[in-house]
C-alpha cells in the first residue's frame, strides 16, 4: 500500500514564504514526486516535479523563479518552498507519485489528500 502525505499548508499574506512537505511510504515504482494545485472553480493544474534519482526538476511557468522543488532520498520526502506567494497561489496543493517525469495527472497512480495553502492580498 503506497500513501503519500503533504503537511505544511495554512494562510499567509502576499509575498511571504512556505514550505510544503510531502512523505511516500509504501511499495511504489515511483521514479518522480510531483506538485499540483487546484484552485476554487478551476481544474487541477501541474506545479513541480522531481526525480528522485538525478534530481532533476520541471516547474510551470508561473511559479518558476518563486517555487522550488527538491528531495530527501533518506526521508523519503520531497519539499516545495514557496517564495513570494500571491493570492493566485491560493489553491489545495496536492503530492503525487509518478514513474514518468510528467505534468499530466493521469500519469501520477498515488496522490495525497492534499493541503491547503491560502494567500491574502
Known amino acids: 500500500q503506497v500513501q503519500v502525505v503533504e503537511s505544511g499548508g495554512g494562510l499567509v499574506q502576499a509575498g511571504d514564504s512556505l514550505r510544503l512537505s510531502c512523505a511516500a511510504s509504501g511499495r511504489t515504482l515511483s521514479r518522480y514526486m510531483g506538485w499540483f494545485r487546484q484552485a476554487p472553480g478551476k481544474e487541477r493544474e501541474f506545479v513541480a516535479c522531481?526525480?528522485?534519482?538525478?534530481?532533476?526538476?520541471y516547474y510551470t511557468g508561473s511559479v518558476k523563479g518563486r517555487f522550488t522543488i527538491s528531495r530527501d532520498n533518506a526521508k523519503n520526502t520531497v519539499y516545495l518552498q514557496m517564495n513570494s506567494l500571491k493570492p493566485e497561489d491560493t489553491a489545495v496543493y496536492y503530492c503525487?507519485?509518478?514513474?514518468?517525469?510528467?505534468?499530466?495527472?493521469?500519469?501520477?497512480?498515488?496522490w495525497g489528500q492534499g493541503t491547503q495553502v491560502t494567500v491574502s492580498s
Open positions: 522531481i526525480s528522485w534519482s538525478s534530481g532533476n526538476t
Open positions: 503525487a507519485v509518478s514513474s514518468y517525469g510528467s505534468m499530466r495527472e493521469y500519469d501520477y497512480a498515488y
